[in-house]
């Protein structure tokens, strides 16, 4: 059964930092480019950056470059997003993403989310 299960959500204080987790199994991860992505109230969903399995980093958003850091560990199966410097426009659910390359045809997946608010 595919799990992604993100994780580190809370409350964070303007200018604080934290680091959100996203847990996954039943497939291959060693095979997986994941992503994290963001849904704030009444907007799209934003991409925020992706990797591969090598560890290249993919697409990072404008809006968060150089204040978030995407990475992995794949002994633990999991991605991970450090957020620094959090901004109230921050304040989002955010959700991880994998897209599993082991078969003939990509398969995504899809976390819940964990929330993330940003308020003094």
């Known amino acids: 059964q595919v799990q992604l299960v993100e994780s580190g959500g809370g409350l964070v204080h303007p200018g604080g930092s934290l680091r959100v987790s996203c847990e996954t199994s039943g497939f291959a991860f060693n095979r997986t480019t994941m992503y994290w992505y963001r849904q704030r109230l009444g907007k799209e969903r934003e991409l925020l950056a992706g990797?591969?399995?090598?560890?290249?980093?993919?697409d990072v958003a404008d809006s968060v470059n150089g204040r978030f850091t995407i990475s992995r560990d794949s002994a633990k199966s999991t991605a991970y997003l450090q957020i620094n410097n959090v901004i109230p426009e921050d304040t989002a659910v955010y959700l991880c993403?994998?897209?599993?390359?082991?078969?003939?045809?990509?398969?995504?997946?899809w976390g819940q989310g964990t929330q993330v608010t940003v308020s003094s």
């Open positions: 990797i591969t399995v090598s560890g290249v980093i993919l």
């Open positions: 993403k994998a897209r599993d390359y082991s078969g003939i045809r990509a398969k995504e997946y």
